[in-house]
């Protein structure tokens, strides 16, 4: 059972588009915070469920060894970088 099958891993979505308003004005400080706490979430989640990986589905993916542990050894408030 390969850790896709198990697990799944939802797209990340970016502060801009969290804290995106309509024309009739801008995010108030506390949206914008929400939205901020958001994304920092999904990128602990993001980052935990690539440190679980193991060395087949890392392969499976195309993403080395290398890169996912680089990945992972990174602070919640720095974005994803790319894998591939």
Do not use: N
């Not at 939802?10 to 914008?32: I, Y």
């Amino acid at each position: 059972m390969s850790y896709q099958s198990r697990h799944r891993i939802e797209p990340q979505p970016s502060f801009e588009t969290l804290a995106r308003r309509p024309a009739s004005g801008r995010a108030s400080l506390r949206e914008r915070w929400v939205a901020k706490l958001i994304v920092w979430r999904g990128r602990i989640v993001a980052r935990r469920h690539l440190a679980e990986m193991d060395a087949r589905s890392l392969r499976d993916a195309g993403i080395s060894p290398a890169a996912a542990a680089f990945e992972c050894g990174k602070p919640f408030w720095r974005p994803l970088g790319p894998l591939r």
